[in-house]
């Protein structure tokens, strides 16, 4: 699909993948609509980016009111919404049964919420106008890219909500893809490996580079901007749906 003159509602789109995405995006001359609750960092995104064709809206994905209002306010200032990318998620660790007893069940619970529930909250509310997108020459009205994990198949000890949240992600692309098929609305999977994104910002660099070496090739933590060519990719190439890609470096995690 044509990048040059649609809209792409990002979730997370403030910093990390999400802000990778919103700029390439941008580059290739779309509309970007960046959700997220850091609104320091999305109100520079979108100096950064000019306000004509990016605007940052605070939102929660979790809240059906909030990522409504994300929707219409893609609608009403650019006429409609293409591309719905979805990188918003949070990485709590802990164990089943930890030092201190068993997992507070809140928090497998938030992660879930976020990382899943929140994706199907964003694809439901995004989907909607996009099916009125008027079709182009394969039939196409939009692009729906979800964000997964590695952790999705082998997730490390102390990874099991996250696992969960994220094999959930891989599970409903395709039935919803399916779905989605008969008006022309694609539905993507990126499973990321290890990414110098916000969640591993607080790292030493030393322990970057160390879990960086863990990559077979190349031998380094994938780049943000990585990220966001593989969604332009997806979004690029018609005949690619259903899937969940893995953007790793034929990384396969150990159990720690």
Do not use: W
Request: glycine fraction near 14%.
């Amino acid at each position: 699909m044509e990048i040059q003159g649609n809209t792409a509602l990002i979730t997370g789109g403030a910093s990390g993948l999400g802000g990778a995405t919103a700029r390439l995006l941008h580059q290739n001359g779309a509309n970007v609509v960046m959700v997220d609750l850091n609104d320091e960092m999305g109100k520079k995104l979108e100096s950064e980016l000019g306000e004509d064709r990016a605007v940052y809206q605070h939102g929660d994905v979790t809240s059906g009111d909030q990522i409504k209002a994300a929707v219409d306010l893609a609608v009403s200032r650019f006429g409609g919404i293409q591309f719905c990318i979805n990188c918003a998620g949070i990485g709590l660790a802990g164990r089943v049964l930890g030092k201190e007893g068993p997992m507070k069940l809140e928090h497998f619970s938030k992660v879930i919420e976020v990382n899943l529930i929140g994706t199907f909250n964003t694809i439901r509310l995004a989907c909607e106008p996009m099916m009125a997108n008027t079709p182009n020459a394969d039939g196409e009205r939009g692009v729906v890219v979800n964000t997964a994990s590695v952790a999705a198949y082998e997730g490390q000890i102390g990874q099991a909500p996250y696992s969960a949240s994220k094999g959930g992600i891989v599970g409903m692309t395709l039935p919803i893809a399916r779905e989605f098929a008969q008006h022309g609305i694609r539905v993507n999977t990126i499973a990321p490996g290890i990414f110098d994104t916000p969640l591993l910002g607080r790292l030493p660099q030393e322990i970057k580079d160390s879990l960086g070496q863990q990559v077979p090739f190349p031998s380094r933590l994938g780049q943000p901007e990585e990220f966001g060519k593989m969604v332009e990719y997806i979004i690029r190439l018609p005949v690619l749906n259903g899937e969940t890609i893995r953007l790793d470096g034929a990384i396969r995690m150990a159990p720690r």
